[in-house]
């Protein structure tokens, strides 16, 4: 009875084991740890062109994450990219005439929504939509610019600025 | 004549596998009585579960280590040694950790389920039980498959954290990576549903095919010894086939 017993344990410990090391893989190593698990609201952004953004991309205010990419679908009237961001309820207080631009992180890195705060004194609430949206900057186009503009007398400096912010998010 | 050989051969192999998949159905149709016998399941997943414990957390802590070890040098040619955490976390929960568990698995506790039930049938004990009107298949096949399917995964598990434990002690404490990198760029990049519960459906598959070639090729034995030696033999080469093949099957379907 003794021994009986002593394997039933083992075996309780043994499921037990694994079902904590499944938490730990869940829970420490993946992206749950990022996870907002509070409410959120969502607002809308309108983009010409999205690049990789993929869904649960993160949205960053001032590189901190805020939310999470709800959604990214093709409009059908206007053909532009309509965004759904989910922010975090506890960030309710980000001007309603916020700016928001698709970067990468690094320069190969995953694509991330950035809001750049306004000065507007309404906030976004649910529904809302960004109204300045800068689209994510591609590499090619960019080198494409430097290419068509090296035969200039006069070096681009106007293409060569607006390069600057896509390439320091 | 060789022709025939080769259509006859062909034949048996065909039949073995129907036989194989009929008595994949008898032992769902055995699943409910044998809860009569519960005891003897979680005896058998102590067996097959916790009794393997040795060689899976040995195993899961020298693959993490060795592939930590191979991935910093692979990706530090790149300049992005940074991601060495990631490309281990994703390759072991997706592929390696299932996979390699398995393999283990099956020789294990496949080849010790096989030898069990097999010599079983030589000595005729599965006669005696039916001359009992005890269900050899609810007694001795059903508890061992359940068995599988509940300790596989947890081994799983189990190897992957001791793995991820691996090539963090290489990654950092020995080739210097840096401590928070390793893990925000892991946490970054893993997601639960598609990689981490991914693995662990494949990880019931596998508990299931390995346990099911093992009993069935244990139950269905040449009650000699050397029928036994063969069953024994044959369970590591199927489950391991079979295992590589669904691994093949499952990723394209989970996907």
Redesign the interface.
Known sequence: MAQ?QS??I??G???L???A??A???T???????YSQGDSYMIKARFTNVGQLKL?APVKIAGVRVGSVAGVVLEPERLDALVTLSIDKRYDKIPDDSAAAVFTSGLLG?QYVALQPGGSPDVFKNGDEVVLTQSSMQLEELIGKYLVGQGDSKPPAGKGDDAKPAAKP | MSTARTSSRFTDALAQIGACGIFLFRIFAAVPRSLRYFKETIRQIWFVGAMSLTIIMTCGLFIGAVLGLQLYDVLSRFGSAAMSGTVVALALYRELGPVVTALLFAGRAGTSITAEVGLMRATDQIAAMEMMAVDPLAYVVAPRFLAGIVAMPALVCIFNALAILGAHVVCVSWLGLDNGTFWSNMTASVDVWTDVINGVWKSVAFGAVCTLIASFQGYTTAPTSEGVAYATTRTVVFSSIATLALDFVMTAFLM
Request: aromatic letters at 16%.
């Open positions: 009986r394997f039933q083992g075996t410990l043994f499921i084991l694994g079902f090391a499944l730990y893989l869940a420490q190593t993946t992206s749950v740890a990022n649960r995953d």
